[in-house]
Antibody
C-alpha cells in the first residue's frame, strides 16, 4: 500500500520557520520525482516545489523562491521542505506528492502563519 | 502559462454527461496535461495523465481529450461519487500550473 505521511505543520508567527517532512512507503521512492503542493483554505491547488529522483534538479514557484528549500533522503524514503521567512499568505495545507504526473498524494499537513 | 477552466460550476443530475474544459494561454505538450479529482477534506486523486490515459483504477466513464491549447475532461453517466472538484494541470521541466478548478455539483 502506498503511503505518504506529512508531518511538521502547525501554527507559526510571520517571519518564522517550519520544516515539513514526508515519510514515504509502498513505491520505489528513490526513482520518483517528488513534489510539494499547497492549498490555501477554500482555494485551488498551487505547486510549491519539485525535486528530481537524485535530488540534483530542483525547482520552486516564484512565490517561495529564496525562502523555501526542498530536500530528500533516499536512504530514509523521506522528503523535506524547509520553510523560512513565512508569510500570512503561506497559510495552507501542504501536500507531499510523488511522480511526474503526481500519481501519489499524502493527506496533507496544515501550516498556519498568524500573529 | 495560465490554465483557465470552465465552467466554474457545473450543475448536473446523476446519469448525465459532464464536459469540463481546460484552456491554456499557450500551446502545451499533451504528454504533460493531467486531470485530478478532489473531494472535500481529501487529497486530490489523479484521474487522467498524458491528456487521455486513465490512471490506475479510474473507471472508463472518465475520458480526456484535446491538444494544443484546448483540453477536455468528459464524465459519462455521472455517478453520485463523481460530484467533486476537478483540476487540470500542465507541467514542464521546471514548473507546474493548475487551473482554478471546476466544481461538478448535483442539480
Amino acid at each position: 500500500e502506498v503511503q505518504l505521511v506529512e508531518s511538521g505543520g502547525g501554527l507559526v508567527k510571520p517571519g518564522g520557520s517550519l520544516r515539513l517532512s514526508c515519510a514515504v512507503s509502498g513505491f520505489n521512492f528513490s526513482t520518483y520525482k517528488m513534489n510539494w503542493l499547497r492549498q490555501a483554505p477554500g482555494k485551488g491547488l498551487e505547486w510549491v516545489s519539485s525535486i528530481s529522483s537524485s535530488g540534483i534538479y530542483i525547482s520552486y514557484a516564484d512565490s517561495v523562491k529564496g525562502r523555501f528549500t526542498v530536500s530528500r533522503d533516499n536512504a530514509k524514503n523521506s522528503l523535506y521542505l524547509q520553510m523560512n521567512s513565512l508569510r500570512v499568505e503561506d497559510t495552507a495545507v501542504y501536500y507531499c506528492a510523488g511522480g511526474s504526473d503526481i500519481d501519489y498524494w499524502g493527506q496533507g499537513t496544515l501550516v498556519t502563519v498568524s500573529s | 502559462l495560465v490554465l483557465t477552466q470552465s465552467p466554474g460550476t457545473l450543475s448536473l443530475s446523476p446519469g448525465e454527461r459532464a464536459t469540463l474544459s481546460c484552456r491554456a494561454s499557450q500551446s502545451v505538450d499533451s504528454n504533460y496535461l493531467t486531470w485530478y479529482q478532489q473531494k472535500p477534506g481529501q487529497a486530490p486523486r489523479l484521474l487522467i495523465y498524458g491528456t487521455s490515459s486513465r490512471a490506475t483504477g479510474i473507471p472508463d466513464r472518465f475520458s480526456g481529450s484535446g491538444s494544443g491549447t484546448d483540453f477536455t475532461l468528459t464524465i459519462n453517466r455521472l455517478e453520485p461519487e463523481d460530484f467533486a472538484l476537478y483540476y487540470c494541470q500542465q507541467y514542464g521541466r521546471s514548473r507546474r500550473t493548475f487551473g482554478q478548478g471546476t466544481k461538478v455539483e448535483i442539480k
